[in-house]
């Protein structure tokens, strides 16, 4: 049952085309994962590109080639990845189910429920045009006392609202996952990287 809760506690359900090669990223207790990328598109005439992790026992890897359709139910994760002594936040989707579908349509693409706790003050501003943007980490339970930490984006009267919540506040959000593309200086190197968000649509605050 606590398993399950936790599921609850993290679903993502993503539909879209698989635009890179799933290569082997590594093996715990002898279960091989892959990872992939698949492109979801949004409202507008832009895509999000996400990152997917697989087990070998879900799925043959074999089928996953660019350019195929899948269907992706599972959780948003975060870890840490260590490289030149620092620490950066990487996320991935977690499949925990996955199919090989013939049709897109019309269906919601890119849907996410998080149930989790407010781990780091909201930071609240406003852009040049005057919308009001709230930027929120949240702490999502996992099973065996871990954590994700998502990072998540609200808009407008959600943005306000956030900005008055506090650490360890409980929330539930609902909304899609979007990557954003950014410039990162280092020196004289100019880096390109991309960044992943939750897009805050709906937003409940538990007393």
Not at 46 to 73: C, F, Q, T, Y
Not at 74 to 85: I, V
Not at 187 to 198: F, S
């Amino acid at each position: 049952m606590h398993t399950e809760a936790n599921v609850e506690n993290n679903c993502v359900n993503i539909i879209g085309i698989i635009v890179e090669e799933c290569v082997f990223s590594h093996k715990v207790y002898g279960e091989g994962f892959y990872s992939f990328k698949v492109s979801v598109d949004r409202l507008s005439d832009n895509a999000d590109i996400l990152p997917v992790m697989v087990s070998e026992r879900l799925i043959d890897k074999e089928v996953l080639k660019i350019g195929e359709k899948v269907e992706v139910l599972g959780q948003l994760r975060s870890y840490n990845n260590y490289e030149n002594n620092r620490s950066k936040l990487v996320l991935t989707v977690f499949a925990r189910d996955i199919h090989i579908i013939e049709d897109i349509g019309n269906k919601n693409s890119n849907q996410i429920y998080l149930n989790g706790f407010i781990c780091k003050q909201p930071v609240y501003r406003e852009t040049p045009l005057g919308r009001e943007i709230a930027d929120i980490l949240v702490a999502v339970n996992r099973a065996y006392n871990k954590s994700d930490y998502i990072p998540c984006i609200a808009w407008g009267r959600n943005a306000k609202f956030v900005s008055k919540l506090s650490v360890g506040d409980n929330i539930k959000v609902r909304g899609r996952i979007q990557s954003r593309a950014y410039s990162k200086k280092s020196g004289e190197v100019t880096e390109e990287r991309v960044a992943y968000e939750v897009s805050i649509s709906k937003i409940e605050f538990d007393d």
